[in-house]
């Protein structure tokens, strides 16, 4: 499930921190926290979800409806690296974006159909993170990659997302923050996999998941000390 759209928040450069004691203006901006161009990006496609979100509310189906359609082919996407072979790769690209399609639907024809809620959230959330794992673990299954390689590209993963949630739960916002948010983690996958480059796909998406973990807990670690 893919492309979360989220509004972008940017920093100014008065709350960035100035002295050696509460951190380094160098480090930060080598580390890239928000991504301005980024975040442009994304502000942009919001116009367009907000017409795909119309459109998914007119079709009838509940947004839960929706998010279930995303997670079934986000597993069949699994399955198809599972079965190996170039259509694996192949297929299983083109379910990761199909998954990615339903998974933004079903957050803007939520918006759209003024039917936001907790619940919502969280079962998309879950159902995300299950998601995932099943699509590496496909790959996993199917052999494009060392177990290693694998094993660290879904860690980092996991716990970029983690530490987003982390910081929900403390007050720290970190939405928007690093390159290697979920949705671009996936369409590196998808676009690695139709290219029949999956190997190279999961060692980028490992360092784009790791760096991005790198840059929320440091973000955190300024807000909170």
């Known amino acids: ?40 990006l994304r502000a942009r496609l919001d116009g367009y979800l ?42 299983g690209g083109l379910l990761i974006l199909a998954s990615g399609f339903f998974d933004v639907l079903d957050g803007a024809a939520a918006r759209a159909m003024g039917k936001v809620s907790k619940v919502g959230g969280f079962l998309d959330s879950v159902l995300d993170r299950v998601a995932e794992v099943a699509i590496f673990l496909g790959v996993l ?42 949705s671009e983690r996936l369409i590196v996958l998808a676009l690695s996999s139709l290219l029949g480059l999956v190997y190279y796909g999961v060692i980028l998406v490992a360092v784009l998941a790791g760096f991005t973990l790198v840059e929320r807990v440091y973000r955190a670690v300024l807000h909170l000390r």
């Not at 979360?4 to 960035?16: A, D, K, N, V, Y």
């Not at 597993?75 to 079965?83: E, H, P, Q, V, Y």
């Not at 694998?150 to 997302?161: D, E, G, I, N, Y």
Request: charged share 10%; net charge positive.
């Open 1 to 40: 499930m893919l492309l979360h759209p989220e509004t972008p928040h940017f920093t100014p450069l008065s709350t960035l921190p100035k002295s050696p004691a509460r951190g380094s203006f160098t480090i930060y901006m080598v580390l890239g926290g928000r991504n301005p161009m980024l975040n442009r």
């Open 50 to 91: 907000q017409s795909l979100g119309r459109a998914g509310a007119k079709a009838g189906l509940s947004p839960t409806a929706w998010t279930v359609v995303g997670f079934l082919l986000a597993l069949c996407s699994g399955f198809s690296f599972w079965a190996g072979g170039y259509r694996g790769e192949l297929f």
């Open 141 to 182: 299954a199917g052999g494009y990659a060392p177990p290693s390689y694998v094993l660290l590209a879904l860690s980092f993963s996991l716990l970029v997302s983690y530490a987003r949630a982390r910081g929900d739960a403390l007050g720290v916002d970190l939405s928007g923050i690093g390159i290697g948010e979920r």
